[in-house]
């Protein structure tokens, strides 16, 4: 049976070989040191010694994950910015307080570089840059846990075609990283529909001499500058 310690789970058995896991170290920062100590009573019946079994751990870095990002948001032609995100975001780091930089990205398979926009407007002490050639948003600069949360659920997208964008759903990529580690990338989905735009007629005037015709086929057709 495992004995609960600090830091881990310590089993012993009858023969003295034992097994110890460290399974409770994740709050370790990086290089951080902990011991998790246990106590024992060796007896030959009639006399007991004492002594300490101790176990130094030393913390690795847990990379950050992201929770709650996966919902899908409609968007419709001409609608402007919206937040990506419908919904709630979490960042969650067992080790760390800040997060350092993220990305947010519309996925390769799904990116229309013409028309697919993904903006953030500075703020929390992190900035923002987009890169229209690969479809990424960066934001950069360290800043605590929930101010990355904050500022990622801030993130918006905007389609820079009024007139017939592509519709279909854009995939959404998410991934924050603690300046050691990379958070495994979740995904979020944006569904773009189109409206039916209305037609614009443009008046027409033309010249004629009494007892004459004219027709399309001298003249334009009456539907040539209308849309």
Partial sequence: QAIQGALGELTLEEDGSYQYVANHSDALATAETGLDSFHYILSDGKLDSTANFDFEITGVNDAPFLVDAIRTKKYIEGQGNITVIDGSLD???????????????????????????????????????????????????????????????????????????????????????????????????????????SPTSVDEAEEVDAGSSISAATKSNLLANDS
Avoid at 92 to 120: K, M, P, Q
Avoid at 129 to 137: D, F, I, Y
């Fill in 91 to 197: 960042i969650i780091d067992a080790d760390d307080t800040n997060i350092e930089s993220a990305s947010v990205s519309v996925s390769s398979g799904t990116y229309e570089s013409s028309e697919d926009v993904l903006g953030f407007n500075d703020a929390f002490g992190i900035t923002g840059a987009w890169n229209s050639s690969n479809g990424t948003l960066s934001l950069t600069g360290s800043a605590t846990l929930s101010n990355y949360i904050n500022a990622l659920q801030t993130v918006t997208y905007k389609n820079s075609d009024d007139i017939n964008p592509v519709i279909g759903l854009r995939t959404i990529e998410w991934l924050v990283n603690d300046g050691e580690s990379n958070s495994i990338a979740v995904n979020s989905q944006l569904d773009v529909g189109g409206r039916n735009d």
